[in-house]
Structures are given as structure tokens and as C-alpha cells.
Antibody, heavy 112, light 112 residues
Framework: QVQLKESGPGLVQPSQTLSLTCTVS????????VHWVRQPPGKGLEWMGR???????SYNSALKSRLSISRDTSKNQVFLKMNSLQTDDTGTYYC??????WGQGVMVTVSS | DVVMTQTPVSLSVSLGGQVSISCRSS???????????LSWYLQKPGQSPQLLIY???NRFSGISDRFSGSGSGTDFTLKISRVEPDDLGVYYC?????????FGAGTKLELK
């Protein structure tokens, strides 16, 4: 059974760095792509970036200067790091296996 | 970036009725490989988005045949027939042809 679960801090201070982990099961990270998508409260979806099955990464150019996606295949984990957080980075962050399987999401609030 | 324009913003429907949602892209979604990566998602209140349709017209595993997708190039439609209570929520179209992947702003389906 394919599962993805996001984890990380619920509260981050402005200008600090967000670190999230997506732990997957039921499939191999070397066979499927994993994406990060976020959603501000009450708003739509924004694609952030992708870890390809072969280890390549792609980023939304709007976030590229602040964003890094990496993985540890031995732990079945994909990581998101984003620096210089501001209040408009508040929202729910999802990891997905391509477009088909989504995690439950993790709510991140940027506030002092 | 490819802009995805969904109409209408909201839709009221009676149970058992039929509705259509339109999604238009600012550029053709035909990939160099010949595939068109246009997907439809439903986000129910408090839940993660779930995939309904991929590559324009292919129903994802377990999705009812009451949902159908059509279109080509820049113009796409999702039709829902015999609407049930569990169909209510926000519908998004999304494209995976060009980076950055982008989504429409959503169409909220409500009961009349």
C-alpha cells in the first residue's frame, strides 16, 4: 500500500529555515518521483519542486533561490528545506508520488 | 509559466444532477513525447487532494465512471454525472507538461 507522510515543525519564525520530511512506504524512491506541493489557508495549490526517481531535482523558479529538495533512499525519505521564510509561506505542505498519491499534509505557520 | 484558468469558480448542483467544469491553459499541454499531462483532482473539506483523472481522460484507480475528462491542446472539461453527496468539494485541474507544474484556482461544487 502506497503511503506518504509529512513531518516537521508546525511553527517557524520569520527569516528562519523550514525543514520537512516525507517518509514513504509501499514503493521505492528509485522508481517513482516525489513532489512537494503547498497550499496557503483557503487558497489553491502551488507546485514547489520534484525529486526524480534518478535523483535529479526540479524547482519552481519562484522558489528556487530558497528551496532545496534531497533524499535518503535507505530511509525512504525525501527532504524539503526552504530558507528565509515569511508569513506568506504559511500553509499546508504536501508530498506526493507523482500526481496519484498524496500525503495527509503538514500545516506550517510562520509567525513570531 | 502556464496559467490554468478554471470556470466557473463555484457551482451549485442538485443531487443526481450533472455538471461540467472547464479548464483552459495559456499554452498547449501537448508534451514533446505526444502525451498531454492534464489532471483533475478533488479536495474534500479537511482532506488532501485526490486524483480523479490523468492525461486528460484516464480515470484513476477506483474512480467512478460518473467522472469523465475530455479535451485537447488548451481546452479541457471535467463532467460529473449523477452527482452524489461525496462529490462535493473543490475541483482543481493541473498540468504536468511544463515546469513549473501549475494548477487552476479551483471550482467549488456545492449542493443547491
Amino acid at each position: 500500500q502506497v503511503q506518504l507522510k509529512e513531518s516537521g515543525p508546525g511553527l517557524v519564525q520569520p527569516s528562519q529555515t523550514l525543514s520537512l520530511t516525507c517518509t514513504v512506504s509501499g514503493f521505492s524512491l528509485t522508481s517513482y518521483n516525489v513532489h512537494w506541493v503547498r497550499q496557503p489557508p483557503g487558497k489553491g495549490l502551488e507546485w514547489m519542486g520534484r525529486m526524480r526517481y534518478n535523483g535529479d531535482t526540479s524547482y519552481n523558479s519562484a522558489l528556487k533561490s530558497r528551496l532545496s529538495i534531497s533524499r535518503d533512499t535507505s530511509k525512504n525519505q525525501v527532504f524539503l528545506k526552504m530558507n528565509s521564510l515569511q508569513t506568506d509561506d504559511t500553509g499546508t505542505y504536501y508530498c506526493t508520488r507523482d500526481e496519484s498519491h498524496w500525503g495527509q499534509g503538514v500545516m506550517v505557520t510562520v509567525s513570531s | 509559466d502556464v496559467v490554468m484558468t478554471q470556470t466557473p469558480v463555484s457551482l451549485s448542483v442538485s443531487l443526481g444532477g450533472q455538471v461540467s467544469i472547464s479548464c483552459r491553459s495559456s499554452q498547449s499541454l501537448v508534451h514533446n513525447n505526444g502525451n498531454t499531462y492534464l489532471s483533475w483532482y478533488l479536495q474534500k473539506p479537511g482532506q488532501s487532494p485526490q486524483l480523479l483523472i490523468y492525461k486528460v481522460s484516464n480515470r484513476f484507480s477506483g474512480i467512478s465512471d460518473r467522472f469523465s475528462g475530455s479535451g485537447s491542446g488548451t481546452d479541457f472539461t471535467l463532467k460529473i454525472s449523477r452527482v452524489e453527496p461525496d462529490d462535493l468539494g473543490v475541483y482543481y485541474c493541473g498540468q504536468g507538461t511544463q515546469y513549473p507544474y501549475t494548477f487552476g484556482a479551483g471550482t467549488k461544487l456545492e449542493l443547491k
